[in-house]
C-alpha cells in the first residue's frame, strides 16, 4: 500500500506540474499599470535621464567612428551653438514658429504634415511679388503686399485638405505629407519658369537693390526672434483663453461632445486650419524677406522637427520655446563638433537628434506608466526590497 | 507602339520601389500599427544593401573570387537586417513603450534619412556600385525585343521578387490561420487577447517582418533601378511616403498593390514619354501626388465596409485600458 503522500507524489510525477509550469510561462517579468500623478519634479528627472543617455549613446557612436575620447566630443558639441549665438537663436526662432503653427491643427487631433507645404507655398508667392512687383511700389507697400500674399497662400494650402476632411472624411495624414510635395513642385515649375539663366535656382533675389527686404532691426536676425515671441504669446492665448481655442481643443477631445454642445465641427476644423496656414504663411513671408530672400526645398525642410517638438512639449508654446531651442542647440552642436572633429558629414546632426527623439518619446512611457516588478521579476533580477519603481 | 511598351516597362520597374514599401507597410498596419518610418526604413534597407556589396567587394580579392549571386544573396539578406533593425526600434517604443505611433515614425524617418546619408558616404564607390549593379538586372539575360519579353521578362530579380512577396501576403493574411489572427490583432486587440493570441509578439513579428519588405525598396532603388549611381543622394525619403499613400490607394489588398505601384510609376515616368516642353515636364511632376489625393478622395466616398483601415490602427494596446 502507497501512503497518500506517495500517491500525490506519483501523479506529480506523471503529470507536469499545472501551477508552476504556467507561472514560469505566463507570468512576465514587470507589471505596468497607468500612473495617475507623478511630481513635476521626477517626471523632469525623468526626461533629463533620456537626454543623457541620448548624449552617451552619441558619444559612443562618435568613439566607434573616430576614436577620440568622448569628452571632447561633448566639449564640442556645447561649444558649437556658441560659435554664432545669432544663427542659433534665429534657428529656433523659425524651429519654434513652425511648431506653433503646427499646434491648432494638433490641439483638434488633425495630424497636419503640410506645415513644410504651407511655409513653402507662403515664401514662394512673397518672392513673387519681391521679384516682379517690387519695382512699381513703395517697399513699404511692397513688404506689405509680400505679408498678405504669403497669408493667403498658406492659408488656401492648408485649408484644402481640412474642406476634404471635413466633407469626406479623407486621411488627414497623406492628404497633407502629397500637398507637401505638390508644393516642391510647384516651386520647382515657378523657379524655373521665373528664372531666365535656366540654372533652376533662383539665388538670392534683389541681392543689390535690396528691394522688398525687411528692414534690419538691429541686426538681420532679430526679426524671426521678434516674430517667434508674439506668436508663443498668441497661441498661448488663442489656445487657453480664446472661446475658438477650446472648441477646437474640445473636438480634439471628443467629436461627438463638441456636437452634443453644439459645435459646428466642420466649420472649427476649416477653420483652426486656416489659422495653422495663416502661422505658415506669415512664416513663410519671413524666410522670404528676411531671411533666405530666395526659395527652394529647404525652406521648409524643419516641419517634421517642428511636429516633434511640439508634441514633446505637450503643445504648450512656452515649453515648445524651451525644446526647439535644446533641439536647435543640440543640431548646431553636433554639426560643429562632426566637422571640427571630422565626423564625416554634418547628416551626423539628424542621427543624433533621431536618438534624442527616440529617448524622450520613449521616456513618456515611465511617465505615464508605473512599472513594477512582478514576484517572478523579482526571482529573477534576484531583488528582495519591495521597491520595484524600476525606471 | 514601341513607346508604350517602353513606358509599361519603365512602370513596372519604378513602381517596385514602392510596391515593396507598400506591401510591407500593409503588413504592419494589419497588425493595427501605422509606420510613418516608413521612408526611414526604406533607407536603412537601401544602407544595408549597399553595405552588403561593400562587404562583398571588400573581401573579394578578384572578381571570380565572389560570383554575382552572392553580391545579390548578401545585399538582400543585409537590406532586410537593416531594415528590421530600424523596425525594431519602432516596434520598441510603440508596442513595449507604448508611444503615439505617427511621431515615432516622423523621429524614425528623421533617423532613417540621416543614418544612410551619413553612412553611405563612407561604403560607396561608383565603379564597385556600378559593377555590383549588373548582378542585380535581367534574371533572364537577354531576351530578345518581343514585347511580351520586353514588358514582363527584362527585369531584374528583385522585381519578381515583389511580386512573389505581394501575392504570397494576400493569400497569407486571407488564408491562414495567422494571417486570421494577425488581423484580429489590428482590429481588435481586446477580443484576440481574451482568445489567447499574444497581442506583443504578433506587432513585433509582423513590424519586423514588414519592415525587412519595406527595406528591400530602398535596396532595388540603389542598386537596380538607378544601376548604383546615386546611392548617396537617392531620394528613397520621397519614395517612402508615396509608398505609404499606395497602401490606402490600394485599400489594404497586396495584390492591388501591384497595379497600383504600376499605375504610380507610371505616372512617374510618363512625362519623359509625353511631347512636353521642358517647363511643362516640371509641372507635370506633380500629378502623382494629385492623383494620390484624388484616389484618396474616392476610395472615401465609395466608403465601402471592405475597403476601410484596420479598426484599431494607430492606437497602442495596453490590457488594462478597457
Redesign the interface.
Known amino acids: 500500500m502507497k501512503s497518500n503522500s506517495e500517491k500525490i507524489a506519483e501523479i506529480k510525477e506523471k503529470n507536469p506540474q499545472p501551477e508552476q509550469a504556467s507561472s514560469a510561462a505566463r507570468e512576465p517579468l514587470f507589471h ?3 500612473n495617475s500623478v507623478m511630481s513635476r519634479g521626477k517626471a523632469l528627472a525623468i526626461r533629463g535621464c533620456s537626454l543623457l543617455a541620448a548624449l552617451i549613446i552619441t558619444g559612443i557612436l562618435g568613439v566607434l567612428l573616430v576614436h577620440i575620447n568622448p569628452f571632447r566630443i561633448y566639449k564640442e558639441i556645447f561649444k558649437g551653438p556658441f560659435v554664432d549665438i545669432w544663427t542659433m537663436l534665429q534657428d529656433t526662432a523659425l524651429l519654434l514658429c513652425f511648431a506653433l503653427a503646427v499646434v491648432p491643427a494638433f490641439k483638434m487631433k488633425f ?1 497636419n504634415m503640410g506645415a513644410n507645404g504651407q511655409v513653402l507655398v507662403g515664401c514662394l508667392a512673397a518672392i513673387g511679388v519681391m521679384k516682379f512687383l517690387t519695382p512699381y511700389m513703395p517697399n513699404w507697400a511692397a513688404i506689405l503686399l509680400m505679408l498678405v500674399v504669403a497669408c493667403i497662400a498658406g492659408v488656401i494650402f492648408a485649408v484644402i485638405p481640412a474642406v ?1 476632411k471635413a466633407w ?4 488627414e ?3 497633407t ?3 507637401n ?2 508644393a516642391i ?2 516651386v ?2 515657378l523657379v ?2 521665373w528664372d531666365k539663366s535656366g540654372s533652376g535656382t533662383l539665388g538670392i533675389v534683389n541681392l543689390i537693390s535690396h528691394a522688398g527686404w525687411v528692414p534690419n532691426i538691429g541686426n538681420k536676425y532679430v526679426l524671426p526672434v521678434i516674430v517667434a515671441v508674439l506668436m508663443t504669446v498668441f497661441m498661448t492665448v488663442y489656445m487657453n483663453y480664446s472661446k475658438h481655442g477650446f472648441e477646437a481643443a474640445l473636438v480634439g477631445e471628443s467629436v461627438n461632445t463638441a456636437k452634443y454642445v453644439g459645435i459646428n465641427v466642420k466649420k472649427v476644423m476649416i477653420r483652426t486650419l486656416a489659422l495653422s496656414g495663416l502661422l505658415c504663411g506669415i512664416l513663410g513671408f519671413v524666410y522670404a524677406g528676411a531671411v533666405s530672400h530666395t526659395v527652394n526645398a529647404a525652406v521648409g525642410g524643419k516641419g ?2 517642428a ?2 517638438v511640439a ?1 514633446l512639449a505637450g503643445f504648450n508654446p512656452p515649453i515648445m520655446a524651451l525644446v526647439a531651442l535644446l533641439v536647435t542647440f543640440l543640431t548646431s552642436g553636433t554639426q560643429y563638433a562632426s566637422s571640427s572633429l571630422h565626423l ?2 554634418t ?5 543624433t ?3 534624442f ?2 529617448f524622450v ?2 521616456s ?2 515611465f511617465i ?2 508605473r512599472v513594477e516588478l512582478t514576484a517572478r521579476g523579482k526571482k529573477v533580477f534576484k531583488i528582495k526590497s519591495k521597491k520595484g519603481g524600476e525606471v | 507602339m514601341l513607346k508604350l511598351i517602353s513606358i509599361l516597362t519603365d512602370a513596372i520597374a519604378m513602381g517596385t520601389v514602392y510596391l515593396f514599401g507598400s506591401v510591407g507597410e500593409t503588413i504592419q498596419e494589419k497588425a493595427g500599427n501605422l509606420n510613418l518610418g516608413t521612408p526611414g526604413i526604406m533607407c536603412c534597407g537601401a544602407l544595408g544593401g549597399g553595405f552588403g556589396v561593400w562587404l562583398c567587394s571588400a573581401h573579394a580579392t578578384d572578381a571570380a573570387a565572389s560570383p554575382g549571386w552572392l553580391f545579390v544573396v548578401v545585399s538582400i539578406l543585409f537590406s532586410m537586417i537593416f531594415a528590421s533593425a530600424a523596425g525594431l526600434i519602432y516596434a520598441f517604443l510603440t508596442v513595449t513603450l507604448k508611444a503615439n505611433q505617427n511621431v515615432v515614425g516622423l523621429a524614425l524617418t528623421t533617423f532613417g534619412v540621416g543614418v544612410m546619408k551619413f553612412f553611405s558616404k563612407m561604403i560607396y564607390s561608383d565603379t564597385v556600385f556600378c559593377n555590383a549593379s549588373a548582378y542585380f538586372k535581367n534574371l533572364f539575360g537577354n531576351v530578345g525585343s518581343g514585347w511580351f519579353s520586353k514588358i514582363f521578362l527584362s527585369h531584374g530579380i528583385l522585381v519578381y521578387l515583389a511580386i512573389i512577396i505581394a501575392i504570397f501576403t494576400s493569400v497569407f493574411i486571407k488564408k491562414t490561420r495567422i494571417g486570421l489572427n494577425l488581423r484580429a490583432v489590428g482590429e481588435n486587440p481586446a477580443t484576440a487577447d481574451a482568445v489567447g493570441i499574444n497581442i506583443s509578439a504578433y506587432k513585433y513579428a509582423f513590424i519586423l517582418i514588414g519592415s525587412a519588405v519595406s527595406g528591400l525598396g530602398g535596396l532595388y532603388y540603389v542598386m537596380d533601378k538607378t544601376n548604383g549611381t546615386t546611392f548617396t543622394e537617392a531620394p528613397v525619403e520621397a519614395f517612402g511616403w508615396m509608398a505609404v499613400a499606395l497602401v490606402i490607394a490600394t485599400m489594404w489588398k497586396p495584390v492591388l498593390s501591384i497595379f497600383g505601384s504600376i499605375l504610380f510609376g507610371g505616372l512617374y515616368v510618363i512625362s519623359a514619354y509625353l511631347p512636353l516642353s521642358f517647363s511643362q515636364i516640371k509641372l507635370f511632376g506633380m500629378v502623382p501626388y494629385v492623383i494620390t489625393i484624388v484616389v484618396l478622395i474616392v476610395i472615401r466616398l465609395l466608403n465601402k465596409k471592405d475597403n476601410q483601415p484596420p479598426a484599431s490602427l494607430g492606437m497602442s494596446y495596453f490590457r488594462e485600458e478597457r
Open positions: 505596468v499599470s497607468k495630424f476634404f469626406a472624411d479623407t486621411n495624414t497623406l492628404f505629407l502629397m500637398m510635395y505638390i513642385e510647384l520647382n515649375y524655373f519658369v517634421f522637427t511636429i516633434l508634441w564625416g558629414s547628416d551626423f546632426a539628424s542621427i537628434v533621431g536618438i527623439f527616440f518619446i520613449g513618456e512611457f505615464r506608466y
